[in-house]
Nanobody, 124 residues
Framework: QVQLVESGGGLVQAGGSLRLSCAAS????????MGWFRQAPGKEREFVAT????????DYADSVKGRFTIAKDNAKNTVYLQMNSLKPEDTAVYYC?????????????????WGQGTQVTVSS
């Protein structure tokens, strides 16, 4: 079993920045691809970013490309999502997910473990 705990959400003004963290249990974190997804009220969960096991490959949704950066620290069993130039439409609950196979994926059903989510609210 892998447990994921997100932190770093909060309220920020448009144009501001936040960094989300996701701490993972388990001794094989370096083998896991990690992903960030988000879900706004009344909407389906959507892909945000993903990173492969080694941290050398990343992929982003078009809506966040150039503004968000995903990074992975295998020594700390932690994945981060640096969010810059935030917009009100980025408001959502952000979820961290782990895929026990190391390659990146955009579809939620391809992830094996999920965190509880952290709220990000961007005011205009």
């Amino acid at each position: 079993q892998v447990q994921l705990v997100e932190s770093g959400g909060g309220l920020v003004q448009a144009g501001g920045s936040l960094r989300l963290s996701c701490a993972a249990s388990g001794r094989t974190f370096s083998n896991y691809a990690m992903g960030w997804f988000r879900q706004a009220p009344g909407k389906e969960r959507e892909f945000v970013a993903t990173i492969n096991g080694s941290g050398g490959r990343t992929d982003y949704a078009d809506s966040v490309k150039g503004r968000f950066t995903i990074a992975k620290d295998n020594a700390k069993n932690t994945v981060y999502l640096q969010m810059n130039s935030l917009k009100p439409e980025d408001t959502a609950v952000y979820y961290c997910a782990a895929r026990t196979r190391g390659d990146t994926r955009r579809r939620a059903y391809e992830y094996d473990y999920w965190g509880q989510g952290t709220q990000v609210t961007v005011s205009s």
